[in-house]
C-alpha cells in the first residue's frame, strides 16, 4: 500500500513526463466541464448534460478521494483553498438528484476554472518535454490569467443577472456584456439591471481599467528566457541576450543547450 501511495502522489504532484500527462488528461475533462457549464446555460434540463454531469462528479470525487489518501496533510487538506472549490463543484454536479438547480450552484460550477487554471499553469510551468511552453511560458500564463479573468467575470455577470435581465440569457450574453464592458466599448443593447448589477458593472469597470489591461499586455510584450546563469543566478533573461545582465556571464550557447 505504501508503494502505490508513494507513486499516486508523484502522479499527482511530480514533474515526470507520466505526470505531466495524466494531469493535462485531467485537465481535458476539467475543460469539458467548463464547456458543459457553457452548454447547460443553454439547455439547463437537457438528459445527456446531466448525464455527463453525473460522470464527471464521479470522476471528480474519486481523483478527490485520492489525492487526500496520499496527501501528507490529511488534516490541512479539506481547508485549502482549491480543495474547498473541488469540493463545492463536486457538490453542484450531483446537485441533479437532490436539489433543483439553484442560483448559486452557476457561480460554484463557474469556479472550476481555478482549478482548470491551477492545472494549466502546473503544466506550462512543470513542462520540461515541450520547447514552445517553455520557451513562451510567459506569454502562455498571460493567456491564462486573462481567460480565468473574463471568464469569472462573465460567471458573476451571468450568475447575478440571468433571472434579472431580458438581454442576458445564457453565458454567451454574459461573456458578451462582459467584453465590452471591460474594453469600455459599451454598445448599450445590453444594460445592467438593479442596484447589484450596477455595483457589478463598476467592479467590472475598475478590474477593466487595471487588471484586464496588465494581462492583455502581458501576452504581446517581449518574451523572456529562462535559464539560471552559474555565476550570479539570475532566472530571467532577455530573449536574445548574448551575456547576463547582471554579472556579464556570456549565456547565448549555455541557453541553447538548456
Known sequence: MKSLKRKLYKLFYGKSYFSIVFNNIMLIFNISLIFLVLASSFYPKNELIISIELFLGILFLLEYLLRFWVSKDKFLFPFKFLNIVDLLVILSLFSPIFLHNLGFLRLVRSLQVLRLYNLSSFGVRGHKHNKFLVRNKEVVTGILN?????????????????????????????????????????????????????????????????????????????????????????????????????CGEVIKNAMLDY
Not at 475598475?206 to 532566472?235: E, H, M, V
Request: aromatic residues 14%; contains cysteine; glycine residues 6%.
Open 146 to 246: 486573462l481567460i480565468v479573468f473574463v471568464f469569472l467575470m462573465s460567471s458573476l455577470v451571468y450568475s447575478f443577472q440571468v433571472d434579472k435581465n431580458s438581454g442576458i440569457n445564457n453565458y454567451i450574453d454574459a461573456m458578451y456584456f462582459t467584453l465590452s464592458t471591460l474594453t469600455t466599448t459599451g454598445f448599450g443593447d445590453i444594460t445592467p439591471t438593479g442596484t447589484e448589477g450596477r455595483v457589478l458593472v463598476i467592479m467590472i469597470m475598475i478590474f477593466g481599467i487595471t487588471l484586464f489591461i496588465r494581462l492583455a499586455k502581458s501576452i504581446f510584450k517581449k518574451p523572456k528566457n529562462f535559464y539560471t546563469c552559474k555565476t550570479c543566478g539570475l532566472k530571467r533573461h532577455d530573449f536574445d541576450a548574448i551575456h547576463c545582465k547582471h
